[in-house]
């Protein structure tokens, strides 16, 4: 149905055109879902904008033919592609929060559209769109759609979304990321809602992922794409099961399995033996000055009955608002020396235990513990608290988690001064060189700016400064899931060596199960504030005990390992 | 020729523009004429043995009867306009660039700290602001003159008038800069580099001027921009309405004062010359602070 053929897309500067696409062909038959997967900057989206004719300017399609059965879609004038647009072709995008209008109830947003192509009356039209929103599953459509989308949860609205593409009755939906945004659980549905609409109505899906588990649950075929060139192409099952292209098979390797551990990830470009090369000769010092702070034995974390309460919206003017309960009643051990995973959904409270435990919120009952440490909660913590420097953080966001307006070494020797451990300006420049070295990236990198780094590297340096305070405890949260694939097999690698070379315990902080796995030694899961489960982590994956958790693990998408 | 540059950084975006380029050329013009005022100016308009009142109203030089000793005309008393106005841009500029740089500590550092730590301090100074935004900037400026003359004994007065007109502009102008601070400071102390900052258990103070300002400084400039003429155009202002600067150290507003005595008397050069001189600084340090502000607006570059 849709066929395009050696799709070359340019985007033309001042020093000459950056090729985004390069003699890329495809095709989705009717029924089809083709999987688009590459990591970022693949060129994934830059394929479905051009299908759509939604390129961003001064972007063009150079070369090749796009067709969509009989209709040449690179010779439509203007008027021709607006109209194409909705009618033929859809698209859904990543986030439900900003694809529909905050302003428009449901309904006038799909009667708007249904009207805009087809000469129908109101009341048809309306019709029209709560049948659709029964048949993609949503209950009481007839009331319902009198709603707006902030009144729907982000699965349902991303159901409205689906809603909206197919109102028309389209032949090619182009699906952007459709289920980043969302939680596993919702995931599973709107995954599971679209595999349906391709066998009953006959739909092609081109899906565009950076999920491996996502394609290799709902896909049939798939593309992976390259730095705009396609790697390999074919059923899904012999693509990522049997790959060919080298690059399909370091991708492959690269993803963390759910059902069982891997010691270390095979990571393309950074074999082993160079890697314990780094360990000896490089970054020694670093390495020396870490073990020399690390005298005393690994320390543990203990927490009892935490809650932490925010407060609520305000029902009425004269009453309190109720609190909203964050944490209830938590519990945790970690156990010195090892890594604690920590796994739940958004609004579990992972990230609000975190930030419990570093001082940024009060919680309203219960200790914490760093092994013979008592931690006082919130502002209570005094600014010069022993655990300020033992405990710290990684954070999720490489991008903002370093100051742009400063430089790495600056940013780096902040921990050593801060702490005085090393108060010679000369001493502390060769030190944080040598961190740098540690954490594999060049000593040179010490006088640039954070924006000249990528994620991944970024995170490294997140990584070293945390290390340059001596701390005996680690906390990160959510390191990798801004990463790309293959970087988060470095990241997560490069976690592993350095939690075993220096005896840290760490808190693992993921929505990943995935990734959970293969980190951690025990694992806890949160739901709703609560702790649903704890125990070893082959226990907890292997044979859960708590519905929550087998729940997870089934709905979780990940590639088979039959293949 | 300028292959050297990075494209799309400041530099480069500024040879790319004529209209920046141009008010850059005027600003520094004018403010080099100011800066060597005493070197450049035909006469010294202070000194009042230097001018004759025999050379009194003459019009510029391509009228008839102009002289080319005065190339723009005399006033009434003789003084020569160009030399009038290169001493009244200077002492323009320096309470312009004084009250400005008043305003910007004062505005940054309560906005800053209103922005940090938020909660009944963050409201005390805001409301302090809206009230301060409620009064006209001349409003308040009067009033602070009005005290100073009160309280002051009348020698000290006389020395004391360009700080108090300093002080005044000042005070009107600093909530704009706090503002700016504040809502800027809620936005970067979420971010995480700021609660990497905080679990180290760094000083708020350190926390502020070395984590937050940095990434802040990019909308202040552009307001010391604009409010630098702001400041010029309300000294001009008060100098107009009698309560600036006498008329025996004349800044530009109090040129325009003497000037208008002559608008409908034929003797049109004392009025409009520094008015037009007024205008284009004015004029060029906005177009300056709007290409500033596109600058530092990501979504142009």
């Known amino acids: 149905m849709l066929t395009v053929q050696d799709l070359t897309v340019r985007f033309p500067s001042r020093f000459g055109d950056f090729t985004a696409i390069k003699g890329v062909s495809l095709s989705v038959a009717p029924g089809e879902i083709h999987g688009l997967v590459g990591e970022s900057g693949a060129g994934k989206s830059t394929i479905g904008a051009a299908v759509i004719g939604l390129l961003q300017s001064p972007g063009y399609v150079a070369e090749g033919s796009m067709t969509l059965q009989d209709t040449d879609l690179r010779t439509l004038s203007t008027d021709q592609a607006h109209k194409m647009r909705g009618k033929r072709i859809s698209m859904i995008f990543q986030d439900p929060q900003t694809s529909l209008n905050p302003l428009m109830t449901v309904q006038d947003q799909l009667v708007e559209t249904i009207q805009a192509h087809e000469d129908i009356s109101k009341t048809q039209a309306r019709k029209r769109a709560i049948d659709l929103l029964e048949e993609i599953g949503i209950k009481n459509a007839e009331t319902r759609i009198r709603a707006y989308p902030h009144q729907f949860s982000g699965g349902m609205r991303q159901r409205v979304v689906i809603a909206l593409a197919l109102c028309t009755d389209p032949d090619l939906i182009i699906a952007d990321e459709p289920t980043t945004a969302l939680d596993v659980a919702v995931q599973s549905q709107v995954l599971g809602l679209i595999r349906r609409l391709a066998d009953t109505r006959q739909i092609g899906f081109l899906l565009i992922t950076h999920d491996i588990g996502v394609i290799a649950q709902i896909a049939d075929r798939v593309t992976v794409l390259r730095h705009g060139i396609v790697m390999e192409t074919g059923k899904t099952a012999q693509v990522l099961g049997k790959p060919k292209n080298p690059y399909t098979v370091d991708l492959m390797k690269a993803v963390p399995p759910l059902d069982r551990r891997l010691d270390r990830f095979l990571v393309p470009g950074e074999d082993r033996k160079s890697d314990t090369d780094r360990d000896q000769a490089k970054g020694d010092k670093a390495e020396k000055w870490l073990l020399a702070g690390q005298k005393d034995p690994a320390t543990g974390l203990a927490i009892n009955d935490l809650s932490v309460r925010f407060v609520g919206e305000r029902t009425s003017l004269w009453r309190k608002p109720k609190p909203f309960i964050a944490l209830n009643n938590v519990s945790l051990d970690v156990r010195p020396g090892t890594i604690m995973g920590l796994v739940g959904e958004s609004g579990s409270g992972k990230s609000t235990l975190a930030k419990a435990i570093t001082g940024l919120v009060k919680p309203a009952l219960g200790t914490i513990r760093l092994q013979d440490l008592d931690l006082p909660h919130g502002r209570d913590r005094g600014r010069h608290h022993p655990s300020r420097r033992l405990i710290q953080m990684v954070f999720q966001d490489p991008f903002s988690s370093l100051n742009a307006r400063h430089r790495i070494g600056y940013i780096l020797g902040e921990p050593l001064l801060h702490y005085g451990f090393e108060p010679d300006a000369k001493l502390r420049r060769n030190l944080v060189a040598d961190m740098l070295e540690l954490v594999g990236l060049t000593p040179d990198a010490i006088d640039k700016y954070p924006h000249q780094f990528s994620g991944g590297q970024r995170q490294r340096i997140a990584v070293a400064r945390t290390l340059l305070a001596r701390p005996k405890f680690l906390i990160c949260d959510e390191p990798t899931s801004a990463l790309d694939v293959s970087i988060q097999a470095q990241i997560l690698n490069l976690l592993k060596d350095l939690q075993a070379t220096f005896g840290l315990t760490i808190l693992f902080i993921s929505h990943n199960l995935a990734v959970v796995r293969q980190m951690a030694d025990d694992v806890t899961v949160l739901r709703y504030g609560k702790v649903v489960e704890t125990g070893k982590v082959e226990d907890v994956f292997e044979r859960p005990r708590a519905e929550y958790t087998k729940e997870l693990l089934a709905l979780t998408p990940v590639t088979p390992s039959d293949w | ?301």
């Open chain 2, 1 to 301: 020729m300028l292959a050297f540059i990075k494209r799309r950084e400041p530099f480069w975006l500024f040879v790319h523009s004529p209209s920046a380029m141009i008010a850059a050329f005027l600003t520094a013009l004018i403010i080099l004429g100011a800066l060597f005022a005493p070197l450049i100016a035909p006469s010294n308009p202070y000194d009042l043995s230097s001018f004759s009142l025999m050379d009194g109203l003459l019009p510029p030089v391509w009228q008839d009867g102009g002289r080319s000793a005065f190339l723009l005309g005399t006033d009434d008393q003789g003084r020569d306009m160009i030399s009038s106005i290169l001493y009244g841009a200077r002492l323009s500029l320096v309470i312009g660039l004084t009250a400005m740089v008043i305003a910007t500590v004062l505005g940054v550092g309560l906005g800053l700290a209103a922005g940090y730590f938020g909660g009944r301090f963050d409201a005390v100074i805001m409301r302090i602001a809206d009230v301060q935004l409620a009064l006209p900037a001349i409003l308040t400026a009067l009033l602070i003159d009005g005290i100073a003359r009160g309280i002051l004994p009348t020698e000290i007065q006389q020395n004391m008038r360009v700080t108090v007109l300093t002080l005044a502009i000042a005070l009107s102008l600093w909530v704009n800069f706090a503002r700016t601070a504040r809502a800027s400071t809620f936005v970067e102390k979420n971010k995480e580099y700021v609660e990497a900052a905080i679990i180290m258990g760094q000083h708020p103070l350190r926390i502020m001027l070395i984590q937050i300002l940095p990434n802040i400084v990019g909308p202040l400039l552009v307001i010391m921009t604009v409010d630098l003429a702001s400041a010029i155009l309300l000294e001009a202002t008060l100098s107009f309405l009698g309560i600036g600067l006498p008329a025996d150290s004349p800044s530009l507003g109090t040129l325009i004062r003497i000037g208008m005595q002559f608008l409908l008397s034929g003797e049109w050069w004392i009025l409009w010359i520094p008015t037009v001189f007024l205008i284009v600084l004015v004029v060029a340090i906005n177009v300056l602070g709007d290409f500033l502000r596109d600058i530092f607006n990501p979504g142009l570059r």
